[in-house]
């Protein structure tokens, strides 16, 4: 047998071990990586304290994959594997942007660029294995200083997009069901309680046939139906007020500051942009929203003896700012506002709606005060 026999027998063993590894890599049998890289393939593996890493990856419900410096997928858990629609065997080895939405590409390579000089995250749509298209957050992190592996999480955003619609619709129907109800006080029980005013006066027009008694319940019955036509009024404008639709913005807080100041003894500061003008409504009953759920905040609980309200526009932006000099939120009740709410029309309430119109709230409190901080994108 010549020399070059034992050799070639033993390239070919070689040869169909690391053919068996990698299928059995690939098929997600053992626990290692492979990089195929220009000098031949590198193999991580996931030994000894590596070990429960992988498992946890493995069990994750969050989408994750390696790739290779070409975004090839040299990994994926089953997680990825079950979103994606496709054979494990299907995704390995395939360019992980193929499966990105062609509107998103540009987004995806400089997101994957990014990633080589550390992490880069973003949201895009995943084209699904029937042809779907869903919304994910894409996180990316370098796994190897050689800048050969990096790591990815995809998370499926179509629940949480859910429930922001969600949200919305519930936020637009409790606005329409408010206009509705103002417009049912305003215009019928107002009517009626008109009707009753008129009816007193002409009832008060003869007390003087009347005992005292009588004459002095007659004049009380007509103070007392007035100021529930105030009431009444009150009550409607705030639920919805009509100058918001018909003025805008401005006049409304103007109207509805002026009031709260007289019912509650707060002095209320109001500065506006001269040229705010209108903006869309969804903004202005946002807007609106969080200005009364501050003012009757700070008049239920803080303390506080004076209000500024500051409007400012700039660069696209909206930005609310409510501050009192109270005696301050204390951090459980920070969080109970941010997260709990009441009925949709707190904090939370809020914080819902302005995400929805891709805007944020912060509340910023001590000792000395709360600052609420609202911004919304405008166009």
Avoid at 30 to 56: K, Q
Avoid at 347 to 365: D, P
Wanted: net charge negative.
């Amino acid at each position: 047998m010549s020399s070059e026999m034992p050799e070639l027998i033993r390239s070919a063993q070689l040869m169909d071990e690391a053919e068996q590894t990698l299928r059995a890599i690939k098929f997600g049998a053992v626990d290692a990586f492979v990089v195929e890289e220009p000098e031949g393939h590198r193999v991580y593996t996931l030994e000894g304290s590596d070990l429960p890493y992988s498992t946890l990856v493995e069990r994750m419900q969050q989408g994750a994959a390696m790739l290779d410096a070409r975004g090839c997928i040299v990994y994926c858990n089953p997680s990825l594997v079950q979103l994606l629609g496709v054979p494990r065997e299907t995704a390995t080895g395939a360019l992980l942007g193929g499966f990105v939405a062609a509107e998103d590409q540009p987004s995806y390579q400089k997101l994957l660029q990014e990633a080589q000089l550390g992490s880069s995250e973003g949201e895009m749509h995943l084209r699904l294995a029937d042809g779907s298209l869903i919304s994910t957050n894409f996180s990316f992190s370098l796994l190897s200083r050689d800048k050969s592996a990096i790591g990815v999480l995809i998370t499926d955003l179509t629940a949480q997009k859910q429930q922001v619609e969600f949200a919305s619709r519930l936020q637009h129907l409790q606005d329409e069901e408010r206009k509705r109800i103002a417009r049912e006080l305003h215009d019928s029980i107002g009517q009626l309680l008109a009707a009753i005013s008129m009816n007193s006066s002409m009832v008060q027009a003869q007390a003087h046939k009347l005992d005292a008694p009588a004459a002095r319940a007659v004049s009380d019955n007509a103070v007392l139906v007035e100021q529930v036509s105030r009431e009444i009024r009150t009550i409607s404008h705030l639920l919805h007020p009509p100058l918001l639709d018909i003025a805008g913005l401005a006049s409304a807080l103007r109207w509805y500051v002026d009031g709260f100041s007289e019912r509650s003894n707060i002095k209320v500061e109001l500065e506006i942009p001269a040229d705010l003008g209108r903006q869309p409504d969804e903004i202005e009953i946002a807007v609106f929203r969080i200005v009364q759920e501050c003012l009757s905040n700070i008049h239920r609980h803080s303390g506080s003896a004076t209000a500024t309200i500051r409007l400012t526009q700039e660069s696209g932006r909206l930005m609310v700012r409510v501050q009192d000099s109270g005696k301050g939120i204390p951090l459980e009740k920070q969080r109970e506002l941010i997260t709990m709410g009441r009925g949709g029309v707190g904090f939370a309430g809020m914080r819902e709606r302005l995400r929805h119109l891709g805007g944020t709230l912060e509340i910023e409190s001590k000792e000395t005060g709360t600052v609420v901080r609202a911004t919304l994108k405008v166009a």
